[in-house]
């Protein structure tokens, strides 16, 4: 599968590691998360889970109140249990 726009894809053989990782970054804010193909239980499903986090996300941060420029505190909460579920 290709990467996509906020998604990458790792699969190098030579390290343990192979999922996708969801990189957002916004109002100075960057978040990451990284869906594991061992863990969802292959390359579709973890990359549908990485597909629903982000849009999630997005639509959480692009919606949010600024502060001076800044995200709010809430609005980091609320991203940190959207990634801490997916």
Request: aromatic share 10%; glycine share 6%; with cysteine.
């Amino acid at each position: 599968m290709k990467s996509k726009k906020n998604l990458t894809r790792f699969t190098y053989e030579t390290t343990a590691f192979q999922g996708w990782r969801l990189c957002l970054a916004r109002a100075g804010t960057t978040f990451t998360k990284y869906f594991s193909d061992k863990k969802y239980g292959g390359v579709r499903k973890s990359s549908k889970a990485a597909d629903v986090a982000l849009k999630e996300l997005k639509e959480l941060v692009d919606s949010s109140r600024r502060v001076d420029g800044k995200l709010s505190k809430t609005t980091l909460a609320k991203a940190k249990k959207i990634l801490d579920a997916a």
